[in-house]
């Protein structure tokens, strides 16, 4: 009797996902961690527009719900990075639009005049201000550890800049702190230098840089 052979059972694997390409891949962690961002301004801007955090001394957190302006103001030596929406700032006859994309730096301080361009209540404008430590930038660029960075960026206080991954996740991990204000003391420092870092190896590092060094000699 001639034995039956049983066929093996077939086996369906799964195909591993394709990961993304490097240019897409970028953009899910940027709006990863942007969306994170805005979380953290939602839940700590609850009745205001502009939460100054006492533990956090330094950091401003924004958010408007309709486009607004023209606001008359003064910009602090700063760096602005907008979470959702986007923003005009006018400062004499330039004008800088900054957005996800780019952020804002401020050496001086600067008269202003402001338009909140992209908001709704479904959607509002969010931001957050870091105030720059002069001081620091110059500890930092006195070191002489810092990498090459283009020049010819020109003389301006004001300027706008590209919002890289390595920035951007350092912010974030400024703002996390804020659920961790034990740990604000030893940590944030490090991580507001990183900051500084990140700025001053960028596109506009090398008008960052110079001043740092004015700021510095001048306190």
Not at 97 to 109: C, E, G, K, Q, W
Request: aromatic share 4%; net charge negative.
């Amino acid at each position: 009797m001639q034995q039956e052979v049983l066929a093996a059972p077939r086996i369906e694997r799964a195909q591993a996902p394709e990961a993304p390409p490097e240019g897409e891949l970028e953009a899910l962690r940027f709006a990863a961690v942007q969306r994170g961002l805005a979380q953290a301004i939602c839940r700590h801007l609850v009745d205001a527009p502009m939460h100054r955090p006492a533990v956090l001394p330094g950091l401003a957190l924004v958010r408007v719900d309709n486009p607004t302006g023209p606001i008359c103001g003064v910009y602090e030596p700063s760096l602005a990075l907008v979470v959702q929406g986007a923003k005009r700032v006018m400062l004499g006859s330039e004008t800088f639009v900054y957005d996800t994309h780019h952020f804002l730096i401020t050496s001086l301080n600067l008269p202003t005049v402001t338009y909140v361009l992209d908001a709704s209540t479904e959607k509002p404008f969010m931001s957050l201000v870091m105030s720059l430590d002069l001081q620091e930038i110059n500890r930092l660029v006195l070191e002489g550890r810092l990498p090459p960075v283009p020049t010819g960026t020109g003389e301006r206080a004001m300027a706008i800049g590209r919002v890289r991954w390595p920035l951007l996740r350092a912010v974030q991990r400024l703002v996390d702190l804020l659920d961790e204000p034990d740990s604000i003391p030893v940590v944030a420092p490090l991580v507001q230098r990183e900051i500084l870092y990140w700025l001053l190896v960028s596109d506009e590092g090398e008008r960052l840089r110079r001043i740092g060094v004015a700021g510095g000699q001048s306190q």
